[in-house]
């Protein structure tokens, strides 16, 4: 199982940037999707996930700015983000993990088992 993320780059504060995940290989039937992200010297955090019935999850922080969406016939989950801040600025990084996980382990970085390696979004002016 393959999870390639794209999309990163360099934004304004205030801007608009969307991800995209593409998953290759044998994984569960419509996986649970996520993104995480990691900011220089901090650890690594949640930010969004999309369950098998398409519910979702989100951060406190990204919540009304971070929209996440999947597309089941290409095999790609987004993330679709808006007014984005100095802080947003991060390596994002993709996860897929079963397609049965509950709403309370979406946060969970042990409830995946399969990473991308990591897209890179700067925001500055």
Same mark, same amino acid.
């Given at each position: 199982?393959? =999870?390639?993320?794209?999309?990163?780059? =360099?934004?304004?504060?205030?801007?608009?940037?969307?991800?995209?995940?593409?998953?290759?290989? %044998?994984?569960?039937?419509?996986?649970?999707?996520?993104? /995480?992200?990691?900011?220089?010297?901090?650890? %690594?955090? /949640?930010?969004?996930?999309?369950?098998?019935?398409?519910?979702?999850?989100?951060?406190? #922080?990204?919540?009304?700015? /971070?929209?996440?969406?999947?597309?089941?016939?290409?095999?790609?989950?987004?993330?679709?983000?808006?007014?984005?801040?100095?802080?947003?600025?991060?390596?994002?990084?993709?996860?897929?993990?079963? #397609?049965?996980?509950?709403?309370?382990? =979406?946060?969970?970085?042990?409830?995946?088992?399969?990473?991308?390696?990591?897209? =890179?979004?700067?925001?500055?002016?």
């Amino acid at each position: 199982v393959q =999870l390639q993320a794209s999309g990163g780059g =360099l934004v304004q504060p205030g801007g608009s940037l969307s991800l995209s995940c593409k998953v290759s290989g %044998r994984t569960a039937n419509n996986p649970a999707m996520a993104w /995480f992200r990691q900011a220089p010297g901090k650890d %690594r955090e /949640f930010v969004a996930a999309v369950r098998r019935s398409a519910s979702t999850s989100y951060a406190e #922080s990204v919540k009304g700015r /971070f929209t996440i969406s999947r597309d089941g016939t290409k095999n790609t989950v987004y993330l679709h983000m808006n007014y984005l801040k100095a802080e947003d600025t991060a390596v994002y990084y993709c996860a897929a993990g079963p #397609s049965g996980l509950i709403l309370s382990s =979406l946060w969970l970085e042990r409830s995946y088992d399969y990473w991308g390696q990591g897209t =890179l979004v700067t925001v500055s002016s």
